[in-house]
Structure formats: structure tokens, C-alpha cells
């Protein structure tokens, strides 16, 4: 193995230690980033809305390939459609008993989160490879999108997420790099394909999720959020 390669393996397993202690900590590190609730809020709101359109958009860009007659873009809206789609069929499903209607969720959402925590680690040794200052200001702004995650996932099931979904979470990272350390790269039309598929299901939980409501919210720190995302991309490539 070459030693650049061994260095980006390194970099990677850093990167998964980080995400790891993350998803542990996640209560104690939010409320130490932000010290008042409408503040982070608004600034995680701000971040998300401009990661789903500065990141989300273009790497779909980029991976844009044919399946058949269907463009990765139709990927992206099956896999927002599909999401979308279960969550309707749980709330028909348990419209009486409220406690199984938000542990069902809860599973079916842990299902994607995980999935999507197991990509970005995947993907890791890819960013370092084109450019490292890039992907360490890359890694800062996913550390905050996944604080700001699983905030809201603590937030909204409570004891569930702390007993239990922080640690698939930790899980899915762990699987992410063990792949990344033993495993031959996958094949391009399926880490682009299911890349799709999970870009629809975050840009529903963006929408439902990460957006802060008016009542909540504070407009200048959301524009501080948009900007502080903005100001991490322009750094990179400055950095390059």
C-alpha cells in the first residue's frame, strides 16, 4: 500500500473517531455551541437549507448518470417519494397509540440516518484524495449538520435516541470504516444510486426537520448559518 493511501486511512479513521464522539456527545456538545434555543435553531436551520443546495444538489451533479430511462435525479425524487411514503403509512397505521407511532418512525428514520452516516464515512478517503484542505473544512461542516441531527432526533424522541439510536449511529460509522479499510471500492453506479436515494430522504428530513419554524426563529441567525456554511466552502477553496 502506498503511503498516501495510508495517510488518507488514517485521516479517515480520525474522521470516524470524531463522528463517533459526536453522536455520543451530541446533548452536552450542543448545548455547549449554543447557548440559547432559538439561536441554534435558527443557525442549524440556516445551515441545512444551504447545505442541501450548495452539496446535496451538486454532488448529484456530479454522479449524474443514466439508469436505463431513468437520470439520478428521478433516483433522488423515488427515494424523497419513498421516505415520504412510509411515513404517511405509520401515521395511518397507528393513529390511536401515539407511544408506537413515534417508535416506528423512529426506527424507520434511524434506518436512513444510519445509512447516510455509513455513506459520508465511506466517501471520506474520496474527499481527501481530491483535495485535503477541502475535506477537512468538508468534515467541519458535516460534524455541525450531524450535531444539529441529532439534536433534533434527541429532541423529538427523547430516550429513545439516547438509550439506543446513538449507538446504531455509532455502529453505522464503525461499519463505514471497517469498509473503508478492508474492502475493494464499490461500484460507481451503486454508491451513486443509493447516494440518490438517501439525498431524497434528507432533503424530506431538511423540509420537515431542520427548517426552523417562524415562531422560533431569529431571521439574522439564520442568515448566519447560510453564511457561515458559504464562508467554510470559500475557505476551501482558498486553501486549495
Not at 453522536?23 to 436551520?45: C, D, M, N, Q, V
Not at 437520470?71 to 403509512?89: D, K
Not at 432533503?203 to 422560533?216: A, S
Amino acid at each position: 500500500m502506498h503511503m498516501a493511501s495510508i495517510i488518507v486511512l488514517e485521516l479517515t479513521t480520525l474522521v470516524a473517531i470524531t463522528f463517533a464522539a459526536i453522536h455520543y456527545w451530541s446533548r452536552p456538545l450542543h448545548k455547549w455551541l449554543y447557548t440559547s434555543e432559538h439561536i441554534a435553531i435558527s443557525f442549524s436551520g440556516g445551515m441545512a437549507i444551504t447545505y442541501m443546495f450548495l452539496h446535496l444538489l451538486p454532488e448529484l451533479e456530479e454522479g449524474d448518470i443514466s439508469l436505463g430511462r431513468f437520470p439520478i435525479h428521478i433516483v433522488a425524487l423515488i427515494g424523497f417519494l419513498l421516505f415520504y411514503g412510509a411515513q404517511r403509512w405509520i401515521w395511518s397505521q397507528t393513529q390511536n397509540d401515539s407511544q408506537e407511532l413515534n417508535k416506528r418512525a423512529f426506527w424507520l428514520q434511524m434506518i436512513f440516518v444510519s445509512s447516510y452516516n455509513f455513506l459520508l464515512i465511506y466517501s471520506i478517503p474520496e474527499q481527501f484524495e481530491q483535495s485535503i484542505p477541502f475535506a477537512f473544512i468538508y468534515v467541519l461542516a458535516m460534524s455541525l449538520h450531524l450535531l444539529s441531527t441529532d439534536h433534533h432526533l434527541s429532541e423529538h424522541y427523547k430516550h429513545l435516541f439516547d438509550r439506543q439510536g446513538r449507538y446504531v449511529l455509532i455502529a453505522a460509522v464503525v461499519c463505514g470504516l471497517v469498509t473503508d479499510l478492508f474492502a475493494e471500492a464499490a461500484n460507481r453506479t451503486f454508491s451513486n444510486t443509493l447516494t440518490a436515494l438517501l439525498t431524497g430522504f434528507l432533503m424530506f428530513n431538511i423540509f420537515k426537520e431542520e427548517l426552523p419554524d417562524h415562531k422560533e426563529t431569529r431571521f439574522v441567525w439564520f442568515l448566519s448559518g447560510v453564511m457561515f456554511y458559504i464562508l467554510l466552502l470559500g475557505g476551501s477553496w482558498l486553501l486549495e
